[in-house]
């Protein structure tokens, strides 16, 4: 049965504690801090798309310089607060670490980082400071990652940025997709007002491009535009069933449990999760922690290709949720119309396909699991509509750009809308690269 409330107030917030605790003092940190070799060639920082200069930041906080090292974080990456938190440092920095290679545990890169950030934004120590006007307007569509990384950039360099979004709330997915174990809303909405209090920039929420505002009203605005719009909805399974009760969208499901509240978000008591990247671990686990007795993840490949990384699937594992590999969906089966199967093909693998991985292949055979509710989180498709109502230059809806431009004059853009779908900290880089690219266009560089 599908249900809200299924816990109590104590249950939640235990369920959706922070996952990675700070430091519960500086002697902990600086010990941690003194472990670091300074690399002299720094594989951290080379793994770290927004090359945070990691050797240095440690060093500072050595030292006790908790200032200086904020500042060093923050000038590669506005957002290193929220990076700390939300990135799979697994595979970047801390996978990195050379620490690794003599089977001890790496440096503790993202909890130093969150140390000092954390500090910065609680003392609001204001780190940069803007140069004189420069007369020029920016406007930026989507007030996520690399909207807003664009927008400190730019502000710094004496530009006024107006930021249009359609939400009630800045921080795009971090605010409303990344799960609440990781960053809570409210950090977000700190985060937001920590990067917008260097001045010059406005955000104007409620405001979709599209909807109510168009692309030639601000062309003829602002002397730039960049769009940093995200992707859109999840995929559908185009599958029998899809429109039975119980049947939802990963986003709108985490959209809702970060927007709502914990209690008020119904969830079953057996689970399906189609997928295995961030968006179906984010969606399982949480699910789970919501209360529902079984959580299944299906994903048509084998352990060997998910996107996920192995530390993902390890908190959706130690969470009690099961999952089936080398399975596809191929119906749904609902009563009363209500979700009551679904029905999965059982996939082999066979040769590669165009992303390198080896490709699942239907052997004919299928099983039924009982369930009654169904998350799907097979991907996400770009906003479809709108990017044909820009009519801007893209492949299969992902904006093209070449050195962040578009094919329209005057308008950038970057972070996922351009990517299709990757982290945080690359739409940040991409926001960086954007701005570069405006300043030079307005030649202010
Ligand atoms: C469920 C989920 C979990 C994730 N977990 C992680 C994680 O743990 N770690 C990690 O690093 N990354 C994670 N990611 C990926 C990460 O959130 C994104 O890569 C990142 O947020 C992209 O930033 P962006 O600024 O390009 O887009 P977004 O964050 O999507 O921001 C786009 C903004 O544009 C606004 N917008 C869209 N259309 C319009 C319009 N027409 N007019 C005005 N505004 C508009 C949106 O409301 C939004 O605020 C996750 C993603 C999802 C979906």
């Not at 720094?42 to 793994?47: G, I, T, Y």
């Not at 922690?289 to 959706?316: F, N, Q, S, W």
């Not at 799907?376 to 299969?396: D, F, R, V």
Request: net charge neutral; hydrophobic share 40%; aromatic share 6%.
């Amino acid at each position: 049965m599908i249900k809200h409330n299924r816990l109590s107030s104590e249950q939640y917030a235990e369920n959706f504690s922070d996952i990675h605790p700070p430091y519960e003092n500086s002697t902990a940190a600086k010990v941690d801090a003194n472990r670091c070799l300074f690399c002299y060639d720094a594989p951290c920082m080379k793994s770290c798309p927004t090359s945070i200069d990691v050797p240095k930041f440690i060093k500072q906080i050595a030292t006790e310089n908790i200032k200086g090292s904020a500042k060093t974080i923050f000038s590669s990456n506005i957002m290193g607060a929220g990076c700390s938190k939300v990135c799979p440092v697994e595979k970047l920095c801390e996978g990195a670490c050379v620490y690794n290679l003599l089977e001890e545990e790496p440096i503790p890169i993202a909890k130093l980082q969150r140390y000092s950030t954390e500090m910065a934004m609680k003392e609001n120590w204001q780190l940069f400071q803007r140069k004189n006007s420069t007369g020029k307007k920016v406007a930026i569509v989507g007030a996520g990652p690399a909207g807003l990384s664009c927008a400190h950039v730019l502000s710094r360099e004496g530009i006024d940025v107006t930021i249009y979004e359609k939400e009630s709330k800045g921080g795009g997915l971090m605010t409303y997709g990344i799960a609440a174990y990781k960053v809570t809303p409210q950090f977000c909405e700190d985060e937001v007002n920590y990067i917008t209090s260097i001045g010059g920039i406005e955000i104007k929420y409620n405001q979709e491009l599209g909807n109510d505002i168009s692309l030639a009203e601000l062309k003829r605005n602002y002397d730039a535009v960049y769009l940093g719009i995200g992707v859109g909805v999840a995929r559908q399974l185009e599958i029998p069933g899809e429109k039975l009760e119980g049947v939802v969208d990963a986003i709108e499901f985490i959209y809702d449990i970060r927007s709502k509240g914990y209690a008020s978000v119904p969830v079953g008591d057996k689970v399906a999760v189609i997928g295995m990247g961030m968006t179906a671990i984010d969606a399982a686990t949480q699910a789970k922690r919501l209360g529902a007795k079984e959580v299944t993840m299906l994903y048509r490949r084998t352990e060997a290709e998910m996107p996920c990384t192995k530390h993902e699937l390890d908190i959706a594992m130690l969470d009690g949720c099961e999952v089936i590999w080398l399975a596809a969906p191929q119906k749904i089966k609902g009563s009363a119309g209500k979700v009551k199967q679904l029905v999965c093909s059982k996939m082999k693998l066979g040769e590669p396909d165009a992303s390198g991985r080896r490709s699942p292949v239907d052997t004919g055979e299928t099983f039924t699991l009982d369930v009654d509710m169904i998350i799907k989180a097979a991907g996400q498709t770009p906003y479809e509509k709108l990017i044909k109502k820009l009519n801007i230059q893209h492949s299969k809806f992902k904006i093209t750009i070449e050195n962040c431009a578009t094919n329209i004059r005057g308008v950038f853009a970057g972070g996922d809308a351009v990517n299709g779908g990757k982290e945080v900290v690359d739409a940040v880089q991409a926001g960086k690269d954007g701005a570069a690219a405006i300043l030079k266009f307005l030649k202010l560089c």
